[in-house]
């Protein structure tokens, strides 16, 4: 897939190089330009913000010295057919003759030097993703004007630049939590809030999964919805546990995966607990019923009739006025 696209650069570079020929008004065809320049064709890719630092050099042929002229302007296909357009027609985020900066000054050379000119590319910061084309050409005459009209097929290079698009996904958590801290039916409810401060939108695949205190999954919940969430966007998102299991504190983890050229998760843990109604009127149906019979056997034991007082025998009675004269 590389090598088409770079075979399909380098055939729009020739045929556009071709294009710079016909538009030539002052050269007819085989007529060799008295200086040259390479390279012809420069290829490159990057993201907004980059910078390029490359050379062109030129050649003076002629036996005389002269002066040397650079122009760039950008190359646009409007209705099948390539057009040359000056910077200042085109918009700063889509125009890479804009992004070219190399000396617009007359440039002297000496018979048969070689110099080498250097040109930087800085892509804008608000660039648009997509495959640009420029025409960075040189001319030689006494005024500027007069250099524009004499500029050759070997005497422009085409720059070819492809701004790939710089894409961040980043998801932050907000918050995780339940409904509520205890629960005594079914169902169970989470709530969670993400929130995307990335450059594009993400699409997040979000499990919770719960455990009891002895580390064994009790449930797994999964939404079965398909969530956007566009950049600087946030969004809540709910999950159910309807087949309720267990007893007491349980803890829940969320597991949210996100991300589509570099994949990435996010996770955070709460606790809570589940007691069903069923248990707690079992247990205060147990107390009630507990107090019930305590009551009752307090009732008993204070209602029960006295006890008659032990009769004394005679030869008793006898000993007892004995010791004890009334």
């Known amino acids: ?137 040189f001319g030689e005459g006494g005024t500027r004007s007069e250099a524009e009209k004499k500029i050759a097929e070997d005497t422009a ?54 455990y009891n205190k002895r580390g064994e999954e009790m449930g797994m919940l999964e939404s079965g919805e398909e969530t956007t969430i566009e950049p600087g966007g946030a969004k809540e998102l709910t999950y159910a546990w309807e087949k309720t299991q267990g007893l007491g504190q349980l803890k829940a983890i969320v597991e949210i995966a996100y991300g589509e050229k570099n994949p990435r998760r996010i996770q955070d843990t709460v606790f809570f607990w589940v007691i069903p109604w069923q248990t707690l009127a079992l247990i205060f149906g147990g107390g009630i019923a507990m107090a019930i019979l305590l009551s009752l056997l307090k009732h008993f034991i204070r209602g029960a009739p006295p006890r008659a007082p032990k009769r004394e025998n005679k030869n008793q009675k006898i000993m007892t006025d004995i010791w004890h004269p009334k």
């Open 157 to 210: 290079a085409i720059i070819n630049l492809e701004v790939e698009e710089d894409i961040k996904e980043w998801l932050n958590l907000k918050k995780f939590v339940p409904k509520r801290s205890v629960f005594f039916t079914s169902p169970i409810t989470f709530a969670y809030t993400l929130e995307n401060s990335g450059n594009t939108p993400i699409h997040p695949r979000g499990k919770v999964f719960i």
């Open 1 to 137: 897939m590389k090598n088409k696209t770079k075979n399909f650069y380098k055939f729009l570079s020739l045929f556009l190089l071709l294009v710079a020929f016909i538009a030539a008004p002052d050269k007819t065809f085989g007529e060799e330009s008295i200086f040259s320049i390479t390279p012809k064709i420069v290829d490159l890719k990057g993201k907004q913000k980059d910078v390029f630092q490359e050379t062109i050099i030129l050649e003076n042929r002629a036996e005389r010295k002269l002066n040397i002229y650079a122009f760039v302007q950008n190359i646009s296909s409007e209705k099948g057919k390539e057009e040359f357009q000056e910077p200042s027609d085109a918009d700063h985020a889509t125009s890479l003759a804009n992004w070219i900066a190399v000396t617009r000054g007359a440039l002297e050379l000496k018979p048969n030097e070689t110099r080498e000119i250097e040109m930087s590319i800085e892509v804008n910061l608000r660039a648009k993703p997509g495959v640009y084309h420029a025409r960075v050409a």
